[in-house]
């Protein structure tokens, strides 16, 4: 059963759909960004407002905490209203939000500018997925959401290089109200080009709630953390592991990280069709292929040419797992799609913690030559999980509720 229904909007044609899609995913690719970007902004704003690293780094971390505990709340509140307008309001609050970081002078009034588009992030990372399929209509569904993806993908792999080149070309506030003005554009294009999407019908949060009591959906959210686990136990590394493992130049690195993010994003479009398919054979696909790239990156470090294959097919596969994962478990129910979308926000953000913490114990530990190794053992890990829902989707009681 396919998880989007048609709606009247399905009704618009073919042109205006696709306009609409693209106007979702570049709006994904700014608010993504935002949470992203700020990275590679680390050091200049750190020197800027005269505090340590650490300190600064700790806004990454209030973003996506901040991301993983309001995203299932908040979306199941507002995912009833109207999608058009709901868009608008989260594009302007990230306008804003981005104005108020460019021009704060001190760590508090950055943090309160950070966790702002924080909350909102989440709702429209579940709402624009289940919007982008009503527009497509339950056949182009998945490649619908791949194409939100696209910009929710470019975002993730390139945010960090973006904010690593923007803070040397135009400096850190700059960024920040580029990014600014970018989403009041995107408004106003929101305004003007996409239709209005039906509304759904106001659900009791106890009644949506009722997905977290499937053992169907759950497994699916785990396998989720899992997945995005492995893939950022190596990425939040990569730039460390190109430096000291395969000897690039650190005035360099930022342009191989975009590379890696440019290369992979071709992984968004097969993701895509493969999803359409089977999203749990696509699952059990492309983390094989995310296991054997980043375990090939060590040996490889000094093949040349080989050495960027393995680095390609590592990045293809991350971004595949992206739209799959999300399809995957927005599948996993009939029911509060919007909501579904959301948890696998939060999840994606407990994995990208998680994965975090994993390679930052790795590397003192065992060798930072290791890490690739770590991170496809994880991936690997996830096919226990994929073997378990794939008995959970052949029985009669795939939506079995826990006791």
């Not at 995913?25 to 340590?52: H, M, N, Q, W, Y």
């Not at 920040?176 to 989403?183: D, E, H, K, P, V």
Request: proline residues 4%.
């Amino acid at each position: 059963m396919s998880v989007y229904q048609p709606t009247a909007t399905g009704a618009a044609t073919a042109q205006n759909a696709g306009v609409s899609i693209a106007i979702l995913a570049f709006s994904a690719f700014l608010i993504v960004t935002t949470e992203f970007l700020i990275v590679g902004l680390l050091p200049a704003l750190g020197r800027d407002l005269g505090i340590s690293i650490s300190a600064a780094g700790q806004l990454v971390t209030l973003f996506a905490f901040t991301v993983m505990v309001a995203g299932p709340p908040l979306t199941a509140a507002l995912s009833h209203l109207d999608r058009k307008r709901l868009f608008i309001a989260i594009l302007l609050l990230f306008a804003g939000a981005n104005a108020l970081a460019a021009a704060s002078t001190s760590f508090w009034v950055l943090a309160i500018a950070r966790v702002m588009p924080a909350l909102a992030l989440p709702v429209f990372w579940g709402t624009a997925s289940e919007t982008a399929g009503q527009l497509a209509g339950p056949h182009k569904a998945g490649q619908a959401v791949s194409k939100v993806y696209l910009g929710i993908s470019a975002a993730m792999l390139l945010g960090i290089p973006l904010g690593t080149v923007a803070a040397n070309a135009i400096g850190w506030r700059a960024a920040f109200w580029a990014l600014a003005g970018l989403s009041l554009i995107m408004a106003l294009a929101m305004l003007v080009w996409m239709p209005s999407v039906t509304r759904t019908a106001k659900v009791d949060f106890k009644q949506q709630a009722r997905i977290f009591r499937e053992r169907n959906f759950l497994a699916n959210v785990l396998l989720s953390v899992v997945v995005f686990t492995a893939m950022f136990t190596g990425y939040t590394y990569l730039a460390d592991m190109l430096e000291r493992v395969a000897g690039v130049a650190p005035g360099h690195t930022g342009w191989w990280l975009m590379g890696f993010g440019a290369v992979g994003l071709a992984g968004n479009w097969i993701g895509g069709r493969a999803v359409d398919r089977s999203p749990l054979g696509a699952t059990a696909l492309f983390l094989v292929l995310l296991a054997i790239g980043m375990a090939a990156i060590v040996p490889l470090a000094h093949a040349g040419l080989v050495f960027c294959l393995a680095l390609a097919l590592w990045g293809i596969a991350n971004t595949a797992l992206y739209p799959i994962s999300q399809v995957r478990v927005m599948s996993a129910v009939t029911h509060s799609q919007a909501l579904a979308g959301s948890t696998n926000v939060s999840a994606a953000n407990a994995g990208i913690g998680l994965g975090a913490v994993i390679g930052g114990v790795t590397i003192p530990g065992l060798g930072i030559e290791y890490l690739g190794y770590v991170a496809a053992g994880v991936a690997l890990s996830g096919l226990g999980l994929v073997a378990v829902l794939g008995k959970l989707t052949r029985q009669p009681g795939t939506l079995a509720r826990v006791p």
